[in-house]
Nanobody, 121 residues
Framework: QVQVVESGGGLVQAGDSLKLSCVIS????????MGWYRQAPGERRELVAQ???????QYLDFVKGRFTISRDNAKNSILLQMNSLKPDDTAVYYC???????????????WGQGTQVTVSS
């Protein structure tokens, strides 16, 4: 009943920008935190940026000052504006939302299928 749709990945050069979008839809009562994670081959998945339902963000130290996360509660969506991209930003980026549906009284984390971001040197 819940779908997570991501878009905006691609292949860019170092110094370029990308904007990732994530929209969560379905039988949704409310969504708590939403965020972006990334995973490079052979590496652990890490939190890139997260934003609370009240709009308070958290960022991985490596992306502070370059990435900005924003949220539109009316659309159940988040955006990740990524500027000054570096080769080490190359990874599959996954959107996650902590969702409570009308059919359940507890929170469940829903994940998108991932979108590839590749930054060439």
């Amino acid at each position: 009943q819940v779908q997570v749709v991501e878009s905006g990945g691609g292949l860019v050069q170092a110094g370029d920008s990308l904007k990732l979008s994530c929209v969560i839809s379905g039988n949704i009562f409310r969504i708590n935190d939403m965020g972006w994670y990334r995973q490079a081959p052979g590496e652990r998945r890490e939190l890139v940026a997260q934003i609370s339902s009240d709009g308070v963000p958290q960022y991985l130290d490596f992306v502070k000052g370059r990435f900005t996360i924003s949220r539109d509660n009316a659309k159940n969506s988040i955006l990740l504006q990524m500027n000054s991209l570096k080769p080490d930003d190359t990874a599959v980026y996954y959107c996650k939302g902590a969702v409570q549906t009308y059919a359940q009284a507890y929170w469940i984390n829903y994940w998108g299928q991932g979108t590839q971001v590749t930054v060439s040197s």
